[in-house]
């Protein structure tokens, strides 16, 4: 079931409103959450392949594909409910706009795979499509970064690696199912284990703190728990993406709980979001 999904209603952690006064930062964070979209599309079209859960992953490739599309239109053309003007001419639109054409056919072929139409031409887009989308994302936030358009405030650092993380996390769920399905290219055993480092790396310095990152060390116990209950859950995450890296046979449960245990860290990583967002 489609369903008509705003950007207002999809911000995560709250971070939008907080930071409604900078159309730029607005637009920031939006589009780190259309980076996790993008990868969260890729690996719920990949379950689905898979037969782990596949009515919850196909709700899931549909839902984020609707949403990836009214999002970007709410980035690029402004979005009232958001205060959001459209975005003025220059190099940034130019490349958002590219990335929206690019990414058109995403929402029909999630349909089709998500109805049990498991042919090459929708299968083969939404798996390669995905990574290329969420790549030029990630080149054009660098760029807005980079040019002093940038999420602000006292924890603008700590939210950005968080957001960071939450991508990460989705590309290496899609990237696992991947290496099950004997789909991934030749590098893609070591993708993932720089991914999964990054993951890490970025953990242990939100925890305790990393001048080269601009972060202070987790700056209250609650926050702190919670960076340590991602560790946690870590341990079995990690345990199950080195076996398939191993070479060792990933049967349906694998996959199931590689994906219960992925959503519950992104679920820790969105709240986290929301905690330093209200510092």
Not at 93 to 114: H, N, P, Y
Request: net charge neutral; aromatic share 4%; glycine share 10%.
């Amino acid at each position: 079931m489609l369903r008509i999904i705003t950007a207002a209603v999809l911000i995560l952690g709250g971070i939008v409103p907080a930071f409604a006064q900078d159309a730029d930062a607005v637009r920031q964070s939006l589009l780190f959450e259309q980076l996790q979209r993008a990868q969260r599309i890729g690996k719920s079209a990949c379950m689905v392949l898979s037969g782990a859960d596949s009515q919850l992953h196909s709700d899931a490739t549909i839902d984020n594909a609707v949403a990836f599309t009214g999002v970007m239109g709410s980035i690029i053309d402004g979005d009232p409910a958001l205060a959001l003007p459209p975005m003025t001419a220059g190099t940034h639109r130019t490349a958002l706009v590219e990335i929206e054409r690019f990414s058109r056919g995403l929402t029909l072929s999630a349909q089709q795979v998500a109805a049990g139409d498991m042919h090459a031409v929708p299968v083969g887009l939404i798996l390669s499509r995905t990574g290329l989308v969420a790549n030029r994302l990630h080149a054009t936030l660098k760029d807005m970064r980079q040019s002093g358009k940038s999420i602000t405030g006292p924890s603008a650092n700590a939210i950005e690696i968080l957001h960071q993380q939450n991508a990460l996390l989705e590309e290496i769920l899609k990237g696992f199912c991947h290496l099950r399905l004997s789909i991934g290219g030749s590098d893609a055993a070591a993708h993932i284990t720089d991914n999964m480092a990054s993951f890490m790396n970025m953990n242990a310095a939100l925890i305790g703190g990393d001048s080269g990152l601009g972060l202070d060390k987790a700056p209250n116990i609650k926050i702190k728990i919670t960076l340590g209950q991602i560790n946690s859950k870590w341990v079995s995450f990690e345990g199950l993406l080195k076996a398939a890296l191993a070479g060792e046979e990933m049967g349906l449960r694998d996959a199931q709980l590689a994906s219960v245990i992925g959503e519950t860290i992104s679920q820790r990583l969105t709240k986290l979001i929301g905690m330093y967002q209200a510092l």
